[in-house]
Each structure stands twice: as structure tokens, then as C-alpha cells.
């Protein structure tokens, strides 16, 4: 458990998410956190956890020690530029979980030599099962373990070089709809052979979910579970091979190029 004091600047989706996740795995106690936005009507759940909410990111800034900020890439500079001075780099760490945002503009908001951190959760955060990737600068070999902890809390993190954190996005963020877009063309198909579509859902995505458990738990290649299940004149590999034809492996690996080149050039 930490007793650190931590501030979430915008408490959309995802910063509310983000405190969920910490309350339910016992990362932070209600009275450790608070959650920042203009309507706090919105935070009730929240509120009757016992997490403070409020609307004065400069109050919830100077009582933190981890400030992690969730606004929309739109206007991030405009809410922080107001509340620069509340940073103070001797005992905090900004956390910025926004899109596009990079360590290079995260000093230029908080001031150089402030420690700053970029973290790239999935929508999976909602249930502790996000994958998140993080870089960082300035910031010491303990606070790198705690900020890696914290995000262990809502899934798994690895840490990364900032060069492929437009990569992690793509692999990461963007892979979540690849994988229900995956999980929804198994559910047509099974629907199309037969089931109704609940039973399809169910099947299908159970399915995938016991497929990446493999790979993550026994730290095995896809291949090798692969073999497993192609036999000789199967059916399995005769369907493979149909989907291989019609340009399955190639059209994924076409979109997360294209998705890459998207945030590249923008």
C-alpha cells in the first residue's frame, strides 16, 4: 500500500478509472487521493468512497506528491500553464497519461528538472487489465519502481524508451480495438455456423482470453500454441491457411503500420 498523497487532474473516464483501479487493488486509501474536475456531480461514486473532489487543480497540485494529469490533449497547457507554480520538483512527480504529450512539453509546463513521467494505459484500465508502457526523466530509481507499481496495480507496465511510446500507442491503445474487431468477425462467424449471438460472444472472446493467458503465463511464442492445435489434415490449419490466403496476417500487420504513420505525421 502507498501513503503518498496522489492528485488526479481531470476526472474523465479515464483519470476516475485510474482511482478505481487504485482504491479496489489497495495501491491508496480513499483519504490518499483526490480527483479534480469542473462538474463534480459526475464524481459522486467517487465522492461517497471517501476520495476528495474538487475543482481547484492548484489546491489538489500543492497537497500531492504524485500528480497525475488526464485532460484532454486540447487543453492540457491551458490548465496547467494556470497552476505552474504549485509544482515543486524536491518531492513530486508529474504523471501524464495524455496522448501526444511529450516529456519534452511536460518540463516545459512544470519546469525543468521537474521529474515527469509519460504513461500509456488501454480502456482495459477500467478493469485492472490495462497494458500501460512508461518513460520518464528526471526521475530516481525509486520513484521509476513506485510509478511502475502503481500502474502494476491497473494491469501490467513495462518501461520503454520514449522513441516508442507513438509505437506503444499503436500496439497498446489502438490494440484493443484490433482485438474486439478480431473478437466481433469470430462472433459473425460463429453465428454463421450456428450459434446464437450470446453464446457466439461468450465463446469468442473467452476463447481469446485464454489465448493471451497462454502466451503470458507460460511466456510462450504464439507459434508454439499454434502446433498444439494444428494437426495433419486438420480442420484447424485448413482454416488458417483460408485466412492466411485472404490476407489475414498482413492486412493487421498493414493496419498498425498505417495507425503508426497516423500519429507520425500528426
Known sequence: MSNKKI??????????????GLLKSGFSMPADLTVTKRNL?????????????????????????????????????EVLAQVQRAFDPSRQILISVITGIS???????????????????NTAI?????????????????????????????????????KLMDAATVLGACGIAYALRFIRASIQGGIEIG??????????????????????????????????????????????NEMEHQGFSSSLIKGITVSYNKIAKD
Open 41 to 77: 456531480s459526475s464524481l459522486s461514486e467517487l465522492q461517497s468512497l471517501g476520495v476528495q473532489t474538487i475543482s481547484d487543480n492548484e489546491t489538489a497540485i500543492r497537497n500531492a506528491e504524485i500528480i497525475v494529469v488526464a485532460l484532454k490533449p486540447y487543453n492540457v497547457r
Open 195 to 240: 450459434f446464437d449471438a450470446r453464446t457466439a460472444n461468450l465463446i469468442a472472446a473467452q476463447t481469446v482470453k485464454g489465448a493471451a493467458q497462454l502466451l503470458i503465463k507460460e511466456n510462450r511464442h504464439p507459434e508454439e500454441e499454434i502446433d498444439k492445435v494444428t494437426t495433419p489434415k486438420g480442420c484447424t490449419i485448413a482454416g488458417l
Open 7 to 20: 492528485a488526479i487532474i481531470g476526472g474523465g473516464n479515464l483519470g476516475s478509472a485510474i482511482a478505481q
Open 126 to 162: 477500467a478493469i485492472q487489465e490495462s497494458m500501460t508502457c512508461i518513460c520518464h526523466k528526471n526521475v530516481s530509481a525509486e520513484q521509476a519502481v513506485y510509478v511502475k507499481d502503481m500502474f502494476d496495480q491497473l494491469g501490467v507496465a513495462v518501461m520503454i524508451d520514449e
Open 103 to 121: 516529456i519534452a512539453d511536460l518540463e516545459e509546463i512544470a519546469g525543468a528538472g521537474m521529474p515527469v513521467v509519460r504513461a500509456m494505459p
